[in-house]
T-cell receptor, first 113, second 109 residues
């Protein structure tokens, strides 16, 4: 248990569906992140929120839409995804944006069919 | 461009020592990280080096040479539970982590 909880753990969705991934941390951290992890590829940083404000959007397609309602919760809204979006989506948090240690959730394994 | 290189897979024997190498090229440098990730689980923080030299933490040690853009993770007295992927990441001048693809370490009895 790392203190960062993601739900659901597994998700299968069609290309026309809309779904949301949820991340929750009760570590008192100020920065939260969404990463995409594909097999045998480096972790790809998607979005960064620092004090609930989005600070990074690394050229992520608009079919991925993040939301950070408060410093403890982070969502990733998904719509009209493509099969190549199938991957493990990891949420992480750190005390501050420049902090040296990030705590990861166990991820949501997403399959787009 | 920014790049992190580490071997895709390594095999070692229980009780032995293994060294996982990582070379990095990033725009600026604010530290080198190692994370461990067991299959189906979250990556967990192992070490952080920002100055040259060796940092020891129990059975695990991490080394950094900034002039060479090089780091290694040294695992001693290997145990079966050390079978995992080891992720190397460099923090660039914008405090973004640039990740390697990970090294899958297989421990054999």
């Amino acid at each position: 248990e790392t203190g960062v909880t993601q739900t659901p753990r597994h998700l299968v969705m069609g290309m026309t569906n809309k779904k949301s991934l949820k991340c929750e941390q009760h570590l008192g951290h100020n920065a939260m992140y969404w990463y995409k992890q594909s097999a045998k590829k480096p972790l790809e940083l998607m979005f960064v929120y620092n004090f609930k404000e989005q600070t990074e959007n690394n050229s992520v397609p608009s079919r991925f839409s993040p939301e950070c309602p408060n410093s403890s919760h982070l969502f990733l809204h998904l719509h009209t995804l493509q099969p190549e979006d199938s991957a493990l989506y990891l949420c992480a948090s750190s005390q501050d944006f420049e902090d040296s240690e990030a705590f990861f959730g166990q991820g949501t394994r997403l399959t787009v069919v | 461009g920014q790049n992190i290189d580490q071997p895709t897979e390594m095999t070692a024997t229980e009780g032995a020592i293994v060294q996982i190498n990582c070379t990095y090229q990033t725009s600026g440098f604010n530290g080198l990280f190692w994370y461990q990730q067991h299959a189906g689980e979250a990556p967990t923080f192992l070490s952080y080096n920002v100055l040259d030299g060796l940092e020891e933490k129990g059975r695990f040690s991490s080394f950094l040479s900034r002039s060479k853009g090089y780091s290694y993770l040294l695992l001693k007295e290997l145990q079966m539970k050390d079978s995992a992927s080891y992720l190397c990441a460099s923090m660039d001048s914008n405090y973004q982590l640039i990740w390697g693809a990970g090294t899958k370490l297989i421990i054999k009895p």
